[in-house]
């Protein structure tokens, strides 16, 4: 099994930035994928950003220019950079990560239980 673990959630005001973590652990083999997902209430849960084994990476139009996202493999962690932050920001966002586990090396995707952004004055 995987655990996801996010931290770096919060109350900012619009305009402002925020930094979210997330730290992968257990019986790791390997992490290929890992991203964000956001699920506002009374919407359904979707992709803000993701990035690979490799470093690509790919964004929501509706965050492009505004949020990073990163990630530091001997750490096992993925981070969300978020500046320029909208009221339309405000959501629980989710890490998730495609990873297989030890001894199976089974590839499952797995998720944290979600961190609270809230962007209001």
């Known amino acids: 099994q995987v655990q996801l673990v996010e931290s770096g959630g919060g109350l900012v005001q619009p305009g402002g930035s925020l930094r979210l973590s997330c730290v992968a652990s257990g019986s790791i083999s390997r992490i290929w994928g890992m991203g964000w997902y956001r699920q506002a209430p009374g919407k359904q849960r979707e992709l803000v950003a993701a990035i690979n084994s490799g470093g690509s990476t790919n964004y929501a139009d509706a965050v492009k220019g505004r949020f990073t996202i990163s990630r530091d493999n001997a750490k096992n962690t993925v981070y969300l950079q978020m500046n320029s932050l909208k009221p339309e920001d405000t959501a629980v966002y989710y890490c998730?990560?495609?990873?297989?586990?030890?001894?199976?090396?089974?590839?499952?995707?797995?998720w944290g239980k979600g961190t609270l952004v809230t962007v209001s004055s």
């Open positions: 998730n990560a495609d990873a297989s586990t030890r001894p199976t090396f089974t590839r499952y995707d797995y």
